[in-house]
């Protein structure tokens, strides 16, 4: 395994249970860099649907994740010159961001990329591999979990408070469907690393969720 030249702090776990927020939220209290490999796999997928590459056509996919025209301005996904940070994150991309997760050369091609994010200070990774393929040495693991349905619930809450519409019966299938297709991949599956600390954020606050992770870098000795 490759050594950490600067501290780690990985959050794990499927759609919907708190990384996005929880990692920013670290960000702030550490000064770390922030790694959002959801965001990375979600611009793919809508690269690949912009360009009409299909989940079939490997190489095209590979070629598009080696040159991925994506980067990061704070909170924003820019893709080719274009802020997407929204239309990264519906439906559609979402389910085509899962499928092409699932593929084990294009999670080769990007893995290089990722592991680039570690610059000082530090980094907060927020993922699904995080932990256990990514950064196995982190000194700080995370794995965030929660009930299909609540967080259903919560993408529906989202939706409205953006104007849009949401079938709670056909959220919460699509999200049962990508976990089974994130835990039963054979490359990476979405699984706690075995050093992992699992939080169930289902009958959590966002508040109580952030606390208990920042006991965790207390006891780390990351924040002093």
Not at 169 to 188: C, G, H, L, N
Request: glycine share 6%; net charge neutral; with cysteine.
């Amino acid at each position: 395994m490759d050594a950490l030249s600067h501290p780690v702090i990985a959050i794990d776990g499927p759609s919907g249970v708190g990384k996005g927020t929880l990692a920013q939220y670290l960000c702030c209290k550490t000064g770390f860099n922030l790694l959002d490999s959801g965001a990375i796999y979600r611009a793919l997928a809508f690269g690949a649907l912009k360009s009409n590459i299909s989940a079939e056509n490997l190489p095209g996919l590979v070629n598009l994740a080696e040159n991925l025209p994506v980067k990061f301005v704070d909170t924003s996904i820019i893709y080719e010159g274009e802020d997407v940070t929204s239309k990264v994150r519906n439906e559609e991309v979402a389910a085509a961001a899962s499928i092409v997760a699932a593929i084990p050369e294009v999670r080769a091609a990007l893995l290089k990329r990722q592991k680039g994010f570690a610059m000082a200070p530090g980094l907060v990774a927020d993922g699904r591999d995080m932990g256990t393929v990514v950064f196995p040495q982190a000194p700080v693991k995370i794995f965030l979990t929660a009930s299909a349905e609540v967080r259903a619930e919560r993408r529906v809450n989202q939706l409205k408070s953006q104007g849009v519409s949401a079938n709670i019966v056909q959220i919460t299938s699509d999200i049962m469907a990508r976990d089974e297709r994130d835990r039963t991949r054979t490359t990476s599956p979405l699984v706690p690393a075995s050093d992992s600390v699992i939080i169930d954020t289902s009958e959590l606050s966002i508040n109580q969720v952030c606390d208990k992770a920042i006991d965790l870098l207390w006891k780390a000795g990351i924040l002093k």
